[in-house]
């Protein structure tokens, strides 16, 4: 029997291996793919232009039926995916509502939420790792 994930697997033009090969992914490995880009603002302070979503950042959402509307992430799922955003909610047929999963993608960070404290080490890495190289560039000219 064919094993449903290899590490071996470099890419395909297919998209069908493409979404068995996401599909099929582990966890530590989706969870990479649940990351947005930064405004610009955060790119320019944290040096970084796209990072994991965690619950607790302020998104904004770049497409589909709610663009340009922003909440805070309350709820993702790693293994389907998605993420839901606070307000954003559709009303169902019997008159309750619902929470609508959004795909990463579509989605840009504009505030971190920096409860936590594995994530603000890592920005401050990043940060130190950033500002040796532009001073070495201003240098050089």
Known sequence: MKKLFSKNWKASKQPRKQRKYL????????????????????RK?????NIELRKGDKVKILRGKFRGKEGKITEIKTK???????GIRVKKQDGSKANIALRASNLQ???????DKKRIKKLKQEENIQKPNKQTKEKKK
């Not at 960070?109 to 409860?115: C, S, T, V």
């Open 23 to 42: 599909a099929n992914a582990p966890l530590h490995l989706k969870r990479k793919q649940l990351s947005a880009n930064l405004s610009k603002e955060l």
């Open 45 to 49: 302070k944290y040096g970084m232009r």
């Open 80 to 86: 389907m995916l998605k993420v839901y955003v606070e």
């Open 109 to 115: 960070i504009i505030e971190l939420g920096l409860e």
